[in-house]
Structures are given as structure tokens and as C-alpha cells.
T-cell receptor, first 112, second 111 residues
Framework: DTAVSQTPKYLVTQMGNDKSIKCEQN?????MYWYKQDSKKFLKIMFS???????INETVPNRFSPKSPDKAHLNLHINSLELGDSAVYFC???????????FGQGTRLTVV | GENVEQHPSTLSVQEGDSAVIKCTYS??????FPWYKQELGKRPQLIID?????GEKKDQRIAVTLNKTAKHFSLHITETQPEDSAVYFC??????????FGTGTSLTVIP
């Protein structure tokens, strides 16, 4: 069983479109994350979320919004896509303080 | 927020030699430091971690050291093998349970 799963794996879309990436974890973890990995391989945190609190990295444009229907899911919605949004987006989850993060397989987003 | 710096950005070693990757962090309240290995086209996966109450941890060919006073931590890989070739990331977890990653080190082990 896949612990953290994301869909789709690949996403190609035009500028200006709105798209969503789904993430689900079956580990019973309390905290979920979204990371952006750019072409230089930098892993930048975008959001962290548990059932009590959403923490948004201040550099993330408000076109990006996380939606959590329940503790096992944290979806990423992106409005008005721009060329610079092209990257690999990773979802991750962790049990909490001082425990490792488990990553999904990533979603390669290409904006054309 | 936390700021994690990682060096070197690229590292080439001969098979059998050792590799060392170093990181520094800025937030003295950070207390958990994992290391991830990312192979091409794959997800990052944990290889070793260390908590702030420990100075050193070893797991077979991999070891990590932590100097909390200096806010330094390092990854040591001994007897490197071609399958160790990958991008390695250090990370620091702050009190908000957020992971901040270093900029990555691309390790190449030459057979």
C-alpha cells in the first residue's frame, strides 16, 4: 500500500487555467505538507497543515490554496497558472514533532 | 523562519572513498534533523535522522553528527558505492513542525 499518494503524476496545462493536485495519506499522520521542487532541485515548503492549524509560507502567492476535507487529505488548488509555476510538487505527511516526513511520488506540473 | 544552508552543491568521489556533506541552520529552537536521499525522478526518502539530545548517530555506512552550539550537522558516507549516487538533502524541523530543507548536494560515485 502506498503511504502517501498524489494524483496526477503529470499535469500539463495552459497559462491562466485553474488546476488541482490531490494528496492522500493512509498513515494516520496529523500533519501534512506541500513542497515545491524547482528545476534547481530546491525543496521549498509551501504549507503545513494539521487539523488545527494552517501555516502558510509567506512567499507563496495567494493563487495557491490548500484544501483539507479530512485529516487524510490535503489537496492543492492553483488559480491562474503562470509559467513560473512549472515544477514538481510534493505532498508529505508526518506524525508530528521530531518525526520524519513521508513524501508522495510528486506531481510534475508543466505550464505552457 | 528557519534557514538551512548546505555544502557542497556537487560532490564527486571515487568508489570506496568517503563523502561528507555539511549543513548549518539558523533557528536554535530546531530540534530534529533528518537527511533525505532523492534518486533521479523519485521522491525524497529518509536515510538517517538525529535529534537534538544526541551528538552522533550511525547506521552501517552512514553517520550523522550534530553540534547544537555551532548549529552544524553533517552526513558522512563511508565506503561509497555507485548506488549512493543521488541528491542528498539535509533538513531542520522547527517548533512549528515545519521541515526546512537545504539546497541539496548532488553526489556522484565514480566506479
Amino acid at each position: 500500500d502506498t503511504a502517501v499518494s498524489q494524483t496526477p503524476k503529470y499535469l500539463v496545462t495552459q497559462m491562466g487555467n485553474d488546476k488541482s493536485i490531490k494528496c492522500e495519506q493512509n498513515l494516520g499522520h496529523d500533519t501534512m505538507y506541500w513542497y515545491k521542487q524547482d528545476s534547481k532541485k530546491f525543496l521549498k515548503i509551501m504549507f503545513s497543515y494539521n487539523n488545527k492549524e494552517l501555516i502558510i509560507n509567506e512567499t507563496v502567492p495567494n493563487r495557491f490554496s490548500p484544501k483539507s476535507p479530512d485529516k487524510a487529505h490535503l489537496n492543492l488548488h492553483i488559480n491562474s497558472l503562470e509559467l513560473g509555476d512549472s515544477a514538481v510538487y510534493f505532498c508529505a505527511s508526518s506524525k508530528g514533532s521530531n518525526t520524519e516526513a513521508f513524501f508522495g511520488q510528486g506531481t510534475r506540473l508543466t505550464v505552457v | 523562519g528557519e534557514n538551512v544552508e548546505q555544502h557542497p552543491s556537487t560532490l564527486s568521489v571515487q568508489e570506496g572513498d568517503s563523502a561528507v556533506i555539511k549543513c548549518t541552520y539558523s533557528d536554535s529552537a530546531s530540534n530534529y534533523f533528518p537527511w533525505y536521499k532523492q534518486e533521479l525522478g523519485k521522491r525524497p526518502q529518509l536515510i538517517i535522522d538525529i535529534r537534538s539530545n544526541v551528538g552522533e548517530k550511525k547506521d552501517q555506512r552512514i553517520a550523522v553528527t550534530l553540534n547544537k552550539t555551532a548549529k552544524h550537522f553533517s552526513l558522512h558516507i563511508t565506503e561509497t558505492q555507485p548506488e549512493d549516487s543521488a541528491v542528498y538533502f539535509c533538513a531542520a524541523m522547527n517548533t512549528g513542525n515545519q521541515f526546512y530543507f537545504g539546497t541539496g548536494t548532488s553526489l556522484t560515485v565514480i566506479p
